[in-house]
């Protein structure tokens, strides 16, 4: 018995579709790191 599989490119644009980051919201993000239960930078 032959299995055929295709084969799909993990890392191309076609299957991804990230928004770009709204620099606004940056300091909420970097908050939201830092209050996390680690060293502060880690």
Known sequence: MSMHTTQHPV???EY???PQLDQ???PDIQHHIDTK???IGA
Do not use: G, R
């Open 37 to 39: 239960t680690k060293p």
């Open 11 to 13: 890392f191309t644009s």
């Open 16 to 18: 991804w579709n990230i």
């Open 24 to 26: 606004a919201q940056l």
